[in-house]
């Protein structure tokens, strides 16, 4: 289960951070966000053994993934906020890919996460 909170009514260039409190983790922890009339659009993403992080081109430079392993919490803290950043966003946990060479990896694919939250509202204004 996984249970967002943080989300709220932020000015153009301020900061916020979002929680997602997990009753246990998976391989790969990510953040998504959808606003009214897009397409769900993966954020970062969190690979919960190696703390390796990737990030979607949006986000880069701006948004920090974190995780408390000792509270089974996923932080996202976004800085410099745009209107544009004004969505609904999820944390959600994954098992991730696996190549080839049976290598192990996460990335901002949704299809590669099985479970989601319900999602906190990010409005910046």
């Known amino acids: 289960q996984l249970v967002e909170s943080g989300g709220g009514s932020v000015q153009a260039g301020g900061s916020l951070r979002v929680s997602c409190a997990a009753s246990?983790?998976?391989?790969?922890m990510g953040w998504f966000r959808q606003a009214p009339g897009k397409e769900r659009e993966g954020l970062a993403v969190?690979?919960?053994?190696?703390?390796?992080?990737y990030y979607g081109d949006s986000v880069k430079g701006r948004f920090i993934i974190s995780q408390d392993n000792a509270q089974n919490t996923l932080y996202l803290q976004m800085n410099s906020l745009e209107p544009e950043d004004t969505a609904m966003y999820y944390c959600?946990?994954?098992?991730?890919?696996?190549?080839?060479?049976?290598?192990?990896?996460?990335?901002?694919?949704?299809?590669?996460?099985?479970?989601w939250g319900q999602g906190t509202q990010v409005t910046v204004s």
């Open positions: 246990g983790y998976m391989y790969c």
């Open positions: 969190v690979n919960t053994r190696s703390d390796d992080r």
């Open positions: 959600a946990a994954g098992d991730g890919r696996t190549s080839i060479s049976n290598y192990r990896y996460c990335d901002l694919a949704a299809v590669t996460f099985c479970s």
